[in-house]
């Protein structure tokens, strides 16, 4: 019998470890079981999944709903062509159209969110050719395929460039990230320049057929856009016959306290993609939907798409089942009230900890972002140390956090709170104890000054539809 250390090297030999060196993937860690906000290592120990693995696994792990609404589909239909269709495509159809805006309504499903991209990508320049350049912003990611990694400002992007393998026509956008406004501007007297620089681009560039955002930011800094921002790029594109892509792959699925991040500032995109989350991470599934008005366009035109696994019933059969049992949380009043209590509890740890420089997001999606000095907003890390071999600091914390039994992704600059919905006030405690240790590391290196920690989760309060 194997032990696990030779499992976990036999895994690391013959299969090829994501996003790093292979050097770096040498004995990852074999997990055994997961339950609930936990999940159990091959020795038995046990992790507090903070950020829901890849801030997917929302409604945590072995809920048995969805458990068994997969098994009914295996025994039924497993499999049929996308040509031919099941009943798991109407149950789908029907589950996320009893929570998305009415306005979207034709759907192509999927296995994942950079495939949710690819198919707008392709829809967007067929329904809008000849034009053809995408707008993206800076701080974003959507997925690692050719058309996904291009418009995905953030570092991985750079080695898919450097490799050949991205595609032309994509501009980026400024960010809506005031704690470090790309304008030098300090909200409310800047009049919104991060949306309105983007009507300029769209004049001056020509072409543009579309702009992809993430409404609230993922991995990039779980950045809230000010309250004005999204209704006057809705204007923007509107005025611009612009198609606006919301990418909630990350952000939907209640991550901000709603169904999509969108519904905070009451506006609705032409095209939405989704994965993650819509089935709870249980299937791999990618959605998008568009309007009416587009999908009219491919009436008498071709759809040029399509995928052995599109509709495929057993990733289907997930949808339903998690659709009901984040209606069934939501109503209990449990992620509301414990959102609340993870705020509080981050803003506490900011007040006691110098490396900690902003603190932002909303609902269930934080951002712990570290600074080496508060006054000056002098970071550890840049985007550009990312597959660097310098040593980041948040993957320093993350890794002894994880040594305690805590489970918090890192990027670059941040520290990635993302717990399941059903966490308890308790396993919140559980989970900041544990940072609270280990942002120790980068307090030593932090220089003290008297300068505030930014809570721009008060920021995000103001987002919210009076
Ligand atoms: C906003 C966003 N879009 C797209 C993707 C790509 O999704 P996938 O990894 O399922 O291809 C991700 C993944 O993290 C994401 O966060």
């Not at 052995?308 to 049992?325: C, D, K, R």
Request: proline share 5%; aromatic share 10%; hydrophobic share 35%.
């Amino acid at each position: 019998m194997a032990t696990s250390e030779e499992i976990s090297r036999t895994i690391a030999r013959h299969t090829y470890g994501t996003w790093r060196r292979q050097e770096l993937w040498k004995e990852p860690l074999l997990i055994e079981d997961a339950e609930g906000v936990y999940f159990f290592d091959s020795a038995g120990k046990r992790y507090l999944d903070f950020s829901s693995q890849m801030m997917c696994s929302n409604l945590g792990h072995k809920n048995p709903v969805i458990i068994e609404a997969i098994q009914k589909q295996a025994e039924k239909l497993a499999y049929i062509g996308p040509g031919m269709i099941s009943q798991a495509t109407l149950e789908a159809v029907e589950a996320l159209r009893s929570i998305l805006p009415k306005s979207l309504e034709k759907f192509f499903f999927s296995t994942s969110g950079t495939e949710a991209n690819e198919a707008a990508l392709k829809i967007v320049r067929q329904c809008k050719s000849p034009k053809y350049k995408i707008l993206s912003r800076y701080r974003s990611y959507h997925g690692a395929t050719p058309g996904s990694i291009t418009f995905t400002g953030d570092p991985r992007r750079i080695l898919a460039e450097t490799a050949r393998c991205t595609i032309d026509g994509v501009r980026f956008a400024p960010d809506a990230y005031c704690y470090r406004c790309p304008f030098g501007l300090t909200y409310s007297k800047c009049d919104i320049q991060c949306a309105r620089y983007v009507d300029y681009m769209i004049k001056e560039e020509g072409n543009v057929a579309a702009i992809i955002v993430e409404p609230v930011v993922g991995t990039n800094g779980r950045i809230v856009p000010p309250p004005e921002y999204f209704p006057l790029l809705r204007s923007i594109c509107d005025e611009n016959e612009v198609l606006l892509i919301a990418d909630e792959v990350m952000s939907g699925w209640f991550r901000t306290g709603t169904a999509l991040a969108m519904e905070h500032w009451k506006v609705e995109p032409d095209i939405l993609t989704t994965a993650k989350g819509c089935s709870g991470a249980y299937t791999p599934v990618g959605v998008t939907v568009t309007t009416k008005e587009i999908a009219d366009f491919f009436e008498t035109e071709t759809l040029d798409h399509g995928h052995t696994y599109a509709y495929h019933p057993l990733t289907l059969s997930a949808i339903p089942a998690a659709v009901s049992e984040y209606k069934r949380i939501m109503a209990s009043g449990l992620p509301q009230k414990v959102s609340q209590h993870l705020k509080n509890r981050l803003y506490n740890l900011g007040d006691r900890h110098p490396s900690i420089g902003d603190i932002r997001g909303m609902g269930h999606f934080y951002a712990l972002e570290l600074v080496k000095n508060r006054a000056t907003k002098e970071p550890f890390n840049v985007k550009g140390d990312r597959f660097s071999r310098k040593s980041l600091m948040t993957s320093q914390i993350s890794a002894q956090a994880l040594k305690k039994g805590l489970h918090v992704l890192a990027w670059y600059d941040t520290l990635i709170i993302a717990p399941p919905l059903i966490i308890t006030e308790a396993e919140v405690d559980e989970a900041i104890e544990i940072i609270d240790q280990s942002l120790e590391i980068s307090d030593k290196e932090a220089v003290l000054t008297d300068a505030p920690v930014s809570k721009s989760a008060e920021f995000s309060k103001r987002t919210k539809p009076s």
